[in-house]
């Protein structure tokens, strides 16, 4: 007898598709197997049949899917329909990866493979393996012809080993027997109760069952990896992949027949389709199947619901992730605006500081020509005036007197009005003229109004008004005193413009940082200079001065003082301007033995907290946002900044009504030939 | 004889002198007082209340060592041996806003005179101050008539004379 004929049928609409397919069967067959064609559904009905009616074996078709005449998968199902091609192995051309608008074929188990187009010859002679193997099993004959292309011939068909099986009971329950050996089991059952049921070969990436379909029936996965996800919020998320279980389609077994997730291979994978009707056939031939059914549901359902659980877990700890990265958003954010605030806050330092500089200069003219003014005028008043003269003299005391008190001056010219009136020489207000005019005892008053000896013919009524000629003088010497206090005032005012714009010079200096270290530095008059300078804001403050005789210091003068201008605005701005500040300049020692000035700032204020206390001299650190104070905001950090290039120590301890701030200088600096 | 007093209070020397002398014209029937800060002015205070003087008029800087301008005044309105009488005159260059409310507001401020001062406006406050002070001081008119506000003073004097 000879052996019979096999044949494959390739049915493909596009030339040159079908041209190389054959070519590459023909190629991979060499002559073992006749390669026939067809071009659309009604021929390749008709070569299939015509194959049986030759006589021939027809082991594979391959079928385009979307074959002209109705799809490779309507073409497939009618030959599966016909008892004769039962056999014949039916793989699909695709080049769609969803099985989507062909799983009636699928689940009739008219489809037993997938060939995705484009293919590769190594792929094609995979297929080719795949499916004469298990055609080949009821031709054992003919297997040796096909020997190097069936690489791996599917387990035997083995039948239910009824004895070894236990009973439903324990198959649903017995920890003994594990997951792989139920699966088996389940597969071998349900192999056993519908004859078995063709496997279907799909390639990575295609899609099993897409999310909303219909679904009639389960996916028994046998090999390979699915995946579950589903589309939601524009993407896809993946929900299973190593928890899905070897049942697919679970959720069609309780009743909702709309697929919910959408499923993928992963990997090549090899699946039974079972329609719900088979399976439902299968269960009620099969009793053991139920139990391992459930067995397998269960476990798989098991699975998922830890994967569920995990899930949370994640969506959990994602949130918390998430709303911390927010927080430190938020926080970026305001440090953000902070630093943006704080660079206008800069911004607007410099340009004050810029025209503070142009003033203090500008000052500088008019106030070097009021003091050559009161210096021409004191000379042209001593030309004038002949300094004998009482007016002369007069003037002369005038310039040069001394400030007194008020409470001093009140005391003494009540004491010049009472000997006036004890002399009979005038009134109260005789007495406020003659202080006026630089007279501050009798016989000098006496001497001015020049009156005859006591005795005289005047009457007491007359005797507060001097006569002619004494008034006359008076009116001079007033005069004189007048114009000599005045340059007193004028040389005064000036002097305090000049010292004003020194201090404002030597502090903008200072900041520009450029500033030479100079030898013989007084440190306590740096400290009284910034007084000085913030004396418009020390009228309510009460000021102790505590100062040691100390040696002079190597340093930068005008930087020393924008410290201590620093260090006293920063103890107004927290105490407020009626804070109690006590000063203390003592001589000290470095750490290293090295002798040096201690400056201690002491404020009655309301104290740092201490979590702001560490972070007083960094830079930029300031609570005074966006205020803008002359000298504050450059801050503690210049401050330290400068006390460090002088190789002193800047500190701090602050406590509710006591602020002290010290800075520790050497008299002679370490670096300071290297310093700037 | 009761004596018309005129208060300055201003700590710097030369703006005290420039003060006083600028107010000399008055000070033959006027006795100008100066004290450089706030303590002293309360003594001068005391010293006129003591001696059965009125104090007619305190000019008052603002910014002074240790207690304000404004302080005094607040403190002088509250002593009833003045109140009614003295008037109150606020001389500064750099008051802020809310002090200036302060002394409107609680010292009874009569007028507000900045630096740098104009020395007619400054007599003429004065004048129309001390004026107010010696009518309800009841202090003798004619006395002032020379270096006060004369015509307002002749006017109550009349009136005076009529009601009696």
């Excluded at chain 1, 067959?29 to 049949?49: C, I, K, P, S």
């Excluded at chain 1, 002369?392 to 004491?415: D, V, Y």
């Excluded at chain 2, 607040?74 to 409310?101: C, N």
Aim: proline share 6%.
């Amino acid at each position: 007898m000879t052996p019979p004929v096999v044949r494959v049928l390739a049915v493909e609409g596009d030339d040159d598709v079908r041209a190389q397919l054959v070519a590459d069967l023909e190629a991979l067959l060499d002559g073992r197997a006749e390669v026939e064609v067809a071009t659309d559904v009604d021929q390749g009905t008709a070569r299939a049949r015509a194959a049986v009616g030759d006589g021939a074996l027809l082991a594979l078709v391959i079928a385009e899917r979307t074959l002209p005449g109705g799809g490779g998968g309507a073409l497939l199902q009618a030959l599966h329909d016909d008892p004769t091609l039962r056999a014949t192995r039916k793989v699909l051309l695709t080049s769609r990866p969803s099985l989507h608008d062909v799983d009636d074929a699928l689940k009739q188990g008219a489809v037993h493979g997938m060939l995705n187009r484009p293919w590769t010859r190594s792929g094609l002679r995979e297929h080719l393996g795949a499916h004469l193997g298990p055609f080949l099993s009821d031709h054992p004959d003919l297997q040796a012809r096909f020997g190097d292309l069936l690489a791996a011939v599917p387990p035997e068909e083995r039948h239910l080993d009824e004895e070894a099986l236990p009973d439903p009971g324990a198959l649903l329950l017995d920890p003994a027997i594990d997951d792989r050996q139920v699966e088996r089991l389940m597969v071998e059952a349900l192999d056993a109760a519908l004859g078995r049921p063709p496997r279907l070969r799909v390639a990575p990436g295609t899609v099993l069952i897409e999310e909303g379909d219909d679904v009639g029936g389960i996916y028994v996965v046998l090999d390979g990896e699915v995946a579950l996800s589903r589309h939601a919020d524009g993407g896809a998320h993946l929900l299973h992949s190593r928890s899905t279980g070897p049942i697919i389609g679970l959720l069609s077994l309780t009743g909702h027949s709309r697929a919910f997730l959408q499923c993928r291979a992963v990997s090549d994978v090899l699946v039974i389709p079972v329609p719900l009707e088979q399976l439902g056939r299968a269960l009620a031939s099969e009793p053991r199947l139920s139990a391992l059914l459930t067995r397998v549901l269960v476990s798989s359902l098991a699975r998922r619901l830890r994967r569920a659980d995990e899930l949370q877990l994640e969506v959990d700890r994602l949130n918390r992730a998430l709303a911390a990265e927010r927080d430190e958003l938020s926080r970026t954010v305001g440090a953000l605006a902070e630093a943006d605030a704080q660079l206008v806050n800069q911004a607007r330092l410099a340009t004050i500081g810029e025209l503070a500089a142009g003033v203090a200069h500008e000052l500088n003219n008019p106030s070097a020509a009021l003091q050559r003014a009161a210096d021409h005028l004191a000379e042209a008043l001593s030309t004038i005036v002949d300094p004998a003269s009482p007016e002369g003299r007069a003037l002369e005391a005038a310039r040069m007197e001394a400030p007194m008190g008020t409470a001093e001056a009140r005391a003494a010219r009540q004491a010049l009005a009472a000997a006036l009136r004890e002399a009979g020489l005038g009134d109260r207000a005789l007495a406020d003229r003659l202080w006026g005019a630089g007279v501050r005892d009798l016989a000098a008053a006496r001497a001015l109004l020049q009156r005859p000896p006591a005795g005289s013919d005047r009457t007491a009524g007359r005797a507060s008004a001097p006569d002619g000629g004494a008034e006359a003088r008076l009116q001079r010497v007033e005069a004189g005193a007048r114009a000599g206090a005045a340059v007193r005032g004028i040389g005064q005012a000036t002097e305090r413009i000049g010292s004003l714009v020194a201090g404002l010079r030597a502090y903008l200096r200072g900041g520009s940082g450029d500033e030479p270290f100079t030898e013989d530095v007084d440190v306590a008059a740096g400290v009284d200079d910034a007084l000085r300078l913030l004396g418009h804001r020390l009228h309510d403050a009460t000021v102790e001065r505590d100062f040691d005789e100390v040696p002079t210091i190597t340093g930068r003068p005008g930087a020393l003082q924008q410290v201590w201008t620093n260090l006293l605005a920063n103890a107004l701005d927290a105490a407020g301007p009626e804070v109690h500040l006590r000063l203390h300049v003592a001589t000290a020692t470095t750490a290293a033995g090295a002798p040096a000035v201690s400056v201690s700032i002491i404020d009655d204020g309301p104290g740092i907290e201490p979590a702001l206390l560490e972070r007083v001299f960094e830079p930029r650190f300031t609570t005074k946002h966006g205020q803008v104070t002359f000298g504050v905001g450059l801050g503690l950090s210049l401050s330290r900044r400068i006390v460090e290039e002088h190789g002193g120590i800047i500190s701090v301890t602050s406590g509710p009504g006591r602020t002290v701030f010290t800075v520790l200088l050497p008299v002679t600096p370490p670096a300071a030939s290297e310093a700037r | 004889m009761t004596e018309l007093v005129a208060l300055v209070v201003e700590d710097e020397p030369e703006v005290r002198d420039a003060l006083v002398r600028d107010l000399a014209p008055l000070a033959g029937s006027v006795r100008i007082e100066a004290a450089e800060d706030a303590e002293d002015a309360a003594a001068v205070v005391e010293e006129v209340a003591e001696a059965g003087d009125v104090l007619g008029l305190v000019l008052a800087d603002h910014r002074l060592p240790g207690r304000s301008g404004v302080d005094l005044l607040v403190e002088l309105e509250e002593d009833p041996a003045h109140r009614g009488v003295t008037r109150k005159v606020l001389v500064t260059g750099q008051a802020d806003h809310a002090d200036t409310i302060r002394a409107v507001n609680e010292a009874g401020l009569d007028h507000y005179i900045a630096k740098p001062w104009d020395p007619e406006e400054l007599l003429a406050v004065t004048r129309a101050s001390l004026t107010d002070a010696v009518l309800d001081a009841g202090l003798d008119p004619l006395a002032y008539v020379a270096d006060l506000d004369g015509p307002r003073l002749l006017e109550a004097y009349g009136r005076r004379s009529s009601d009696r």
